[in-house]
């Protein structure tokens, strides 16, 4: 029987407490270095549970983890009013939609669990990266966080077509007897 929670687990939990602080930390050497331990929890935990095995709870905590700390922290960038509000949804874009069709999946009663895609890990990059031009107040903000919307667009675009695909195969292997 696996274990209800791993190592692995553990390290995308600690997303959550590093989410809480980051509106309240003092200055920006320390949000980078929140920035940076929630890029290397959610590299190590990927890591660790590929070699050790996943368990149902991150497979569930993993996504939850990483939407809370960016929502958290796009939501003090735009009480910063670097970037306008517009702006933060945007990057935000592929973390609205994901969660959405969760709950559509969900209220719908037809759960569907996708793995990571490239474009879904390069918006998770490009919203660090924002982040951090954010944080030290680097005139690239506003296009790195369009960037990352347009990469966001991609990553929507690409899930909702494995989505079908994997709905579509679904449903055949359901009529075959």
Known sequence: MKPWM?????????????AAAFPFVPGP??????VGAAAASDF?????ARRLGGTRAGAVLDPVADKVFMVVAFLTVARSGLLHPAEVAAVLGRDIVAALGYVGTWLWRRPMALPARAGGKAVTVLQLVTLAAFIVRSPYIRPLAWATAAVGLYAIWDYARAAARADAERRLGRREP
């Not at 791993?6 to 590093?18: F, K």
């Not at 190590?44 to 660790?48: A, I, L």
């Open 6 to 18: 791993t190592r692995a687990d553990l390290l995308t939990a600690l997303r959550l407490p590093l």
């Open 44 to 48: 190590f935990d990927g890591m660790v």
């Open 29 to 34: 050497g320390w949000q980078l270095a929140l």
